[in-house]
């Protein structure tokens, strides 16, 4: 797994969170991310904003698994290198 991803326990899953220089570089990636996610078959939880994105990949049982993370790792090589990496905002739950 790479550095950009948090894992967090409960429940078990990775969250990245992803700012952009400008709205057309946010709908490009995501754009790419759904070609990414329906061939991996593989949904995550996705907000975002003008300039940002948040990730959340779900654990199916009680582990992340190979097939969440070679998703992450395809959706790292998306974030254009003008994109900058930020902190998932911090949830009440460890």
């Not at 975002?48 to 009680?62: C, I, K, M, S, W």
Request: hydrophobic content about 35%; overall charge negative; proline content about 10%.
């Amino acid at each position: 797994m790479t550095h950009q991803w948090t894992e967090r326990p409960r429940p078990i899953r990775l969250e990245r969170r992803v700012e952009f220089p400008d709205y057309e570089a946010t709908r490009r990636f995501l754009e790419e991310a759904e070609a990414s996610c329906k061939e991996a078959g593989i949904y995550p939880d996705i907000s975002f904003g003008r300039t940002y994105v948040n990730l959340t990949l779900h654990a199916e049982g009680d582990s992340l698994g190979d097939p969440l993370h070679r998703l992450a790792a395809e959706l790292d090589a998306l974030v254009p290198a003008a994109a900058s990496v930020a902190e998932p905002p911090l949830s009440s739950q460890p």
